[in-house]
């Protein structure tokens, strides 16, 4: 139940965020705060639902995903459900690479911090 739970909270960010932001952000009345006002509206009430309620789960020494994990799905996949294809995936693919290793370097590095103040 908690999968589903998690799936529920990620998929319902990444909706919100891939249908209202962009329109949000490039009124041409509002300017950049559009984009400030869509991060207020969309991502607060987001994260009060999904890690306040408690709709995504996590316990104390589990590992955290947070929504962008859930957001970056469903920008992705909105592409290739509008496109019919793969394409979107496969043009995805060189950014998620280093998206990935970017994530190991900065779990490796904090792995190395950590021990360093645990020595001390």
Avoid: C, Q
């Avoid at 009124?27 to 994260?47: N, R």
């Avoid at 589990?62 to 920008?75: E, H, L, P, Q, T």
């Amino acid at each position: 139940m908690k999968f589903l739970r998690s799936v529920l909270g990620y998929a319902i960010a990444g909706m919100f965020v891939m249908s209202v932001w962009g329109p949000m952000a490039s009124l041409d009345s509002l300017g950049i705060i559009g984009g400030w006002f869509a991060a207020f509206a969309i991502i607060g009430p987001m994260w009060f639902l999904n890690h306040f309620v408690g709709l995504i789960p996590h316990d104390p020494d589990s590992g955290f995903v947070d929504m962008a994990a859930g957001i970056g799905v469903a920008g992705v996949m909105r592409d290739v459900f509008m496109a019919g294809s793969v394409e979107p995936l496969i043009a995805t693919l060189p950014t998620l690479g280093l998206v990935i290793l970017g994530g190991a370097i900065g779990g490796f590095v904090a792995a190395k911090i950590e021990e360093n103040m645990e020595a001390k």
